[in-house]
């Protein structure tokens, strides 16, 4: 995780008031250097004379500290400092030079002062400025020749979008084949920067098969993450975080434009995947089946063998190709089966009104039968919508699979766009163990229009196995199912 600085407060010694340097003639002779330093401050000039008390064109007073507010130079004699009286500020009253204003330099040019008793300076202190790199999150300052203290002052850290107080997180999605390019989660919502359309960070997934280890950081993306690399069945875990916004490239860093990465979730989404792999049953009116020496079969341009009448373990999407040898023909191959469209939407009407709850809109998985098309079937629902009822997250929901919900298939005939019917069948719901199972049915007045499948208000209807009991359904003609383009 990375954090992002708003301010880097550098503190030290300046903070309990000015601070006074005093170079004495004992440490003039001493040192002779030029220039001479001490304790922050440095006095610069052409040469130093008089056993180096006297400094012949003293060109600069300089400070490191913060700045100067008065310089005071004594002089063994006055006519030895006399000759500086209203230069650059200073004045002369015997032989003390007096200099006062707020500078971190002050220079004579080429006037000269000495034999030297003593200088004394008084300065304000100012903290040393802090250089900020946002794309490093690096802060750079010179060290004083004095303590201090660093008190770095962070970016908030990214939020969620919250709805009725809820963090809009991923969840996962049901039914989906290993190997496919379809997404395994839905996204989460980031929150928007104050009133604008500016979001305060960027969703990262990365997926995992360990449900306690998380994934390295360089393993997250931004891409929503698909099954398309992922080559198994099986659960497998999404983690996530949010990325904070930097600061705008031209901008200073404030607490409204710059934001600090989430910490990565506690605990993963778990996805279960379904296998992309499935068998072939070939069948024949009488005894001549496949393995019978008159075709051949290829999966991928590679032989097959067929076993007892079946191959198994063919991978969704691969091509597969009959071959009558010589001196047979093909009369009719026909396929008995169900194909996937992809992701379409269900809209319940049906028994969240009953409860006097809003509808709900989901994804479904759905199936198209490949022999008669306008048959399909839907599933991969029943989690996200029970998970609604109860005011839950669809994670938490998971764990009462079997109880609450169960993941089965709804059987919908649309052959006839105008007579759109579902047949008395199991929801995959339940309310609790009184209410039982939910089943569902309808009356054959529904309609297919532009790949939605929509039913008039009380021509549906809703059981409770535990009830014995069926209840008008769909009170509202909300009921809508969305079936993939």
């Not at 000039?45 to 060109?59: P, Q």
């Not at 600061?247 to 434009?257: M, Y």
């Not at 008995?336 to 009953?354: A, E, H, N, P, V």
């Not at 839907?378 to 109880?403: K, N």
Request: hydrophobic share 40%.
């Amino acid at each position: 995780m990375t954090l992002a600085l708003l301010l880097t407060a550098v503190t030290g010694a300046w903070a309990s008031g000015e601070i006074v340097v005093t170079v004495t003639a004992a440490d003039l002779q001493a040192d002779l250097s030029n220039p001479f330093t001490k304790n922050g401050v440095t006095i610069k000039c052409s040469d130093r004379m008089s056993g180096g008390l006297a400094f012949n064109e003293l060109n600069e007073m300089s400070t490191t500290l913060g700045y100067f507010t008065k310089i005071e130079i004594t002089n063994q004699f006055p006519e030895g400092i006399s000759g500086i009286n209203g230069i650059n500020g200073f004045s002369v009253n015997g032989s003390v030079a007096t200099w006062t204003g707020k500078a971190s330099s002050v220079g004579l040019g080429h006037y000269s002062v000495g034999p030297v008793v003593q200088f004394v300076f008084t300065i304000e202190p100012s903290g040393p400025e802090v250089t900020w790199n946002p794309a490093t999150k690096t802060g750079t300052f010179t060290m004083p020749a004095f303590d201090v203290e660093i008190a770095p002052i962070y970016a908030p850290v990214a939020q969620w979008a919250k709805v009725d107080n809820v963090d809009q997180l991923p969840t996962a999605i049901e039914g989906i084949y290993a190997e496919s390019t379809d997404a395994i989660v839905k996204a989460g919502t980031v929150a928007k920067i104050g009133e604008t359309e500016n979001v305060q960070g960027t969703l990262m997934y990365a997926v995992g098969t360990s449900a306690t280890e998380q994934p390295a950081l360089t393993a997250f993306s931004a891409t929503l993450p698909t099954a398309k690399d992922i080559t198994t069945a099986g659960d497998v875990w999404v983690w996530y975080y949010i990325k904070g916004a930097d600061t705008p490239e031209g901008q200073t860093a404030t607490a409204e434009n710059t934001f600090n990465d989430s910490e990565i979730c506690e605990t993963p989404i778990k996805v279960t995947l379904l296998s992309n792999k499935f068998d072939i049953t070939f069948k024949a009116a009488n005894a001549n089946t496949i393995e019978a020496g008159k075709a051949t079969v290829t999966v991928g341009g590679t032989a097959a063998t067929v076993t007892e009448g079946k191959l198994e373990g063919v991978k969704m999407g691969s091509e597969v190709k009959m071959t009558a040898k010589e001196g047979y023909k093909f009369r009719k191959v026909e396929l008995q089966g169900w194909q996937r469209k992809g992701l379409g939407t269900i809209t319940d009407g049906l028994f969240m009104s009953l409860f006097s709850r809003p509808d709900i809109t989901v994804h479904c998985n759905v199936y198209e039968n490949v022999n008669t098309p306008g048959l399909y079937k839907i599933d991969g629902f029943q989690c996200a919508l029970v998970a609604a009822f109860y005011g839950i997250s669809e994670e938490e929901m998971r764990q009462y699979e079997g109880g609450n919900w169960r993941n089965v298939k709804i059987l919908i005939d649309a052959t006839n766009p105008e007579k759109v019917s579902i047949s008395d069948q199991d929801y995959g719901i339940q309310v609790n163990s009184h209410y039982g199972f939910i089943r569902i049915q309808s009356e054959a007045t529904g309609k297919l229009v532009d790949n939605v499948i929509t039913f008039p208000s009380n021509e549906m209807y809703v059981g409770f196995t535990g009830l014995g009991d069926w209840y008008y359904g769909n009170v509202n003609g909300t009921f809508k199912i969305m079936l993939p383009k």
